[in-house]
Structure formats: C-alpha cells, structure tokens
C-alpha cells in the first residue's frame, strides 16, 4: 500500500474569505446624503481588576485587553472582483490622534468606493478613506473623521528588541468574532514570507498565538500594550479550509513604521533595490554540501548570490552570477558564489535579515557597502542602490 502523499502547507491571506456575493446598496454613501453626525461618547466602563479572584498573571492580561482593545478596530469591505461585489473582513488599529488605522493592503484590496467600514469598541461606525497602499509590504492605511481626544492611538515597539520565548498577544475579528484576545508568544524571528509583489517580506514574526481569517490587519503586541506586528498570515494544510494550526506571522513593527510613515506622509513607499537574487531565499541557511564544496567555514552565515540583474547596482559594483553547478549527495550546489555576509557593518544571516535591513534603513541613491566572502576571502564592496522596480 502506498503511504498518502504530504499535504502542502499553504499559506494563506487571512480575511479574504469572499460571502454573498450580491448588490448593496448599504456600503456606498449616496450623492446627497448626510454625513454622520459624531458625539462624544461616554466612556467604557473599566471593571476593578483588583476586585476580581483572579492571578496576578491574568490581571496583567485583563488590563491589557482593556488598555487595547478600544484601539482596535473590526474592518468591512465592499469588494468589486471580476464585475461582482462581495464582502471581505479584517481587523486593523489606531495609530495616530489624526485618524489613521493600521490594516493589511490584503484586507482592503479591490475595495470598492466608499465600501469601507470601520467599527470601533464603543459603538462607533465610520466610513473610511485610504490614506496609503503598498502591496511589497501588504500594509495600508486608512483615515476616518473622529475627533482626536476620541482616539487612542497604540505605540509601535522596536521590533529588533525581540526574543524568542516572549508573551505575544493577537486582537482581532476571527471568523467574525470581534475584538477576541488570543495569547501565544514569539516562535521565532526572521522569518520570510511573500507580499503581494515580486518581493518578500523579511524579518517577519512566527507566532503560535491563535491567528485566523479576520485577524488580518490587526496587532500582535507584547505585555507593556505596544504592537510588535502587524497579524498578515498562517500555515495552513487546506486553502479552501484555512485555519489556525499554530504558525502565524506578523509583519515586524519598525516595517510598518517606517511603511506607515511614507505612506501618510507621501502616499508611497520607495524602496531601494540591490538587484540580487539567492539561491535560497526562504532564509534558510547556507547547508553542509554548499560548505563542503565552496571550502567555506563550517559556521559561515550570508546570503549566497545566484544571479544578478543586469545592469543593476550589484553587477555595476561588481558581484558576479554563482559559477556552474555540480549535484553533491542530490543537492544542486554551486562551484564558485559571492557570499554577502554584511551590509553596513550589520551581520546578515539569510535573505530575510537583508531585504528587512535594506526596508527599514535605506532609500534608492544611498551608498551602502557589502562585506562578500568571495574564493576563500572577505571582500568589501560599496554599492549605490538604485529605485525597487
């Protein structure tokens, strides 16, 4: 008897579960219609944690949920996708006193005008705007109209501060059921996952804190209530079923701020580009049989360099294709490889840290330079980075 093959692990986009498709008239603002008149509601009342038979422990918790969960908020979208509307979900957070809210771009892709909606804890509903999309990093941001003492933004933590083993904390709408607090803690760190371009997203969060479809967009944060990542995707063995199996990932914080901060600042994201491409790029690290045949220290850590683009800053600066390849023990390995090692001084483990690294800390024009390991010797490099096309 022959044994079942293995299911693939897919991953998959969290909200954009589609239902119902039909026409709505309730999710666009008709031509003359009044906008909402907004009035200051009353505050939410606090329960007394003190009170409470409950562990220090749990109070911890308590407190946070109560701290962040009027910062969060539950998304609607009115969907247009091959000439019919349907409806999409998605969860997202305050981050500015001006009305700006963090979501996944996955979340409000396609969205039709005036189809957005978003439901605060207190009851508030509001139309909202985009304010910003960018699909490299599946981040957007939206704005609505609410006066600033109406709004309680969260603080985004330095994600590069994280360790392994730390409490994590998810709000979101799973499968609907909004502002539901799931708690896990960090799995692991940069991870690499796909964005909705032709490039990945590096030093992503793995988390076993429940993640499922109507998470998306919203945040992951730590037991002081500042947000870690943004909740984009999961492990699934189905895509027709997708649910939580423990393996979830978030886009880490300094990403999103610096993709947030563009975004409201300008609309967009640049991004400078290296003009690489590594012949692993799921940050795994460089194997046994790679070390064998390139004679490289058995604890070498970098991105091996497969080809690069040409013309691009890296030919220009002098990096080269891997050589010819020879199989060894069934791995296709190369016979020669530039190695990138670090950028700017900073250690770079796989491709994950170096597409991260390039994110958050460069621009197109600027300068860097790349420490290569190259025939048996360190090697530095300046390259000037040109504009991601």
């Known amino acids: 008897m022959n044994p079942s093959p293995l299911r693939r692990l897919l991953l998959a986009l969290l909200p954009l579960l589609l239902v119902g498709f039909g026409f709505s008239l309730g999710s666009v603002l008709l ?4 906008a909402p008149v907004l009035q200051e509601l009353a505050p939410l009342p606090t329960p007394d944690f003190d009170a409470l038979e409950i562990s220090a422990d749990e109070s911890q918790i308590a407190r946070l949920y109560n701290e962040v969960s009027p910062s969060v908020v539950s998304i609607n979208v009115a969907v247009l996708q091959r000439g019919r509307v349907g409806t999409a979900s998605g969860s997202g957070f305050v981050i500015s006193d001006q009305g700006h809210i963090v979501t996944n771009y996955h979340v409000i892709q396609n969205a039709m005008r ?12 509001l139309r909202a705007q985009i304010a910003g999309e960018d699909p490299g990093s599946d981040l957007a941001v939206l704005q609505v109209s609410l006066p600033p003492q109406q709004l309680r933004p969260l603080t985004l933590a330095d994600s590069d501060r994280l360790v392994i083993g730390q409490t994590a904390l998810a709000i979101g709408s799973p499968f609907g059921q909004r502002w539901t607090l799931t708690q896990g803690i960090i799995s692991a760190l940069d991870r690499t996952i796909q964005g ?3 490039f990945s997203i590096g030093s992503v969060i793995q988390t076993d804190a429940a993640i499922n479809q109507g998470n998306s967009g919203g945040p992951l944060f730590n037991l002081q209530g500042e947000v870690i990542g943004v909740n984009a995707q999961i492990v699934t063995e189905s895509r027709f079923n997708p649910a939580n199996s423990g393996v979830g990932f978030a886009i880490p914080a300094n990403l999103v701020r610096r993709v947030t901060e563009a975004l409201i600042r300008d609309g967009e994201v640049r991004y400078s580009f290296l003009g690489i491409t590594a012949l692993s790029d799921e940050g795994r690290p460089i194997t046994l049989n790679q070390m064998e045949t390139l004679n490289l220290p058995n604890n070498l850590r970098g991105v091996m360099v ?4 040409p013309g691009g800053p890296a030919e220009r600066a002098g990096l080269r294709n891997m050589g010819r390849t020879v199989t060894v023990r069934g791995e296709r390995v190369p016979t020669s490889a530039d190695i990138i090692t670090a950028i700017n001084g900073v250690p770079v483990h796989d491709m994950s840290t170096l597409v991260s690294w390039m994110a958050i800390n460069t621009r197109p024009g600027d300068e860097v330079t790349l420490s290569i390991w190259r025939d048996g010797a360190p090697v530095s490099m300046p390259v000037t980075l040109s504009q991601r096309p």
């Open 114 to 125: 005036d189809g957005i909606e978003v439901n605060f804890l207190d009851g508030t509903i």
């Open 196 to 198: 909705l371009s032709n």
């Open 306 to 309: 497969a080809t690069v683009s």
């Open 31 to 34: 031509p003359g219609q009044a």
